[in-house]
C-alpha cells in the first residue's frame, strides 16, 4: 500500500500546504517584475516621444525595454548565485516571461485605449496618468496570476531555488 498519497505537502518558501503561494509571495514577485517593467517601459516611452517617433515604433521599444530590464533584474540575481550564464537566462526567461507579458499587455492596452495618451507630450498630465495608472493596473491583475504560477512551482517560483 502506498502511504505518500496521505503524506502532507513539505513547505516551501512563500508556500502553503496544498501548493498555493501566499499573497505575500505573489505581490513580491509581481514588484520585482514591476520595477522592470516600469524602468523599461518609462525609457522606451520616453524615448520615443522625445525623438517623435510614431506610436507602433514607441511601443515596440518600450516593451523591449521592459522585457530586457524585467529579465536583467532576475538575471542578475541568480547570477549571483553562481549560476552560468546559460542557466541563469534559462531561470530568467522562465521566471518572468509570463509575469512581464501579462503586465505589459495591460498597461500597454490600457495606454493605447486611453483617448489621445499616446500622443501626450511628456510634460503633460495624460502622458504620465495613462501610464502610471496602467501600471497599477497591471499590477493588479498580474498578481494573481504570479500567486497561481509560483503555487504550481513555476514563475518567480523557479528563482527560489537559487537564492
Not at 514588484?31 to 518609462?42: D, F, K, S
Not at 515596440?60 to 540575481?77: D, E, H, R
Not at 483617448?115 to 498630465?125: H, Q, R, V
Not at 496618468?129 to 504550481?152: D, E, H, Y
Request: some cysteine; charged content about 15%; hydrophobic content about 50%.
Amino acid at each position: 500500500m502506498d502511504h505518500t498519497a496521505h503524506e502532507p505537502e513539505k513547505h516551501h518558501h512563500g508556500m502553503h500546504q496544498h501548493g498555493t503561494a501566499s499573497w505575500g509571495t505573489a505581490v513580491k514577485a509581481t514588484l520585482h517584475c514591476l520595477t522592470g517593467c516600469a524602468i523599461g517601459e518609462i525609457l522606451g516611452m520616453v524615448i520615443g516621444t522625445a525623438a517623435g517617433w510614431g506610436n507602433v515604433p514607441t511601443m515596440v521599444v518600450a516593451i523591449g525595454l521592459a522585457f530586457l530590464f524585467g529579465y536583467s533584474f532576475t538575471l542578475y540575481a541568480v547570477l549571483r548565485a553562481d549560476l552560468d550564464l546559460k542557466a541563469a537566462i534559462r531561470v530568467a526567461l522562465a521566471a518572468d516571461t509570463v509575469s512581464i507579458a501579462v503586465m505589459e499587455l495591460v498597461d500597454n492596452l490600457i495606454i493605447a485605449l486611453t483617448p489621445d495618451a499616446m500622443d501626450a507630450d511628456l510634460s503633460e498630465g495624460l502622458f504620465w496618468s495613462a501610464l502610471l495608472g496602467g501600471f497599477a493596473v497591471a499590477f493588479l491583475i498580474t498578481t494573481p496570476v504570479n500567486k497561481w504560477m509560483i503555487g504550481r512551482g513555476k514563475g518567480h517560483a523557479v528563482v527560489h531555488a537559487h537564492h
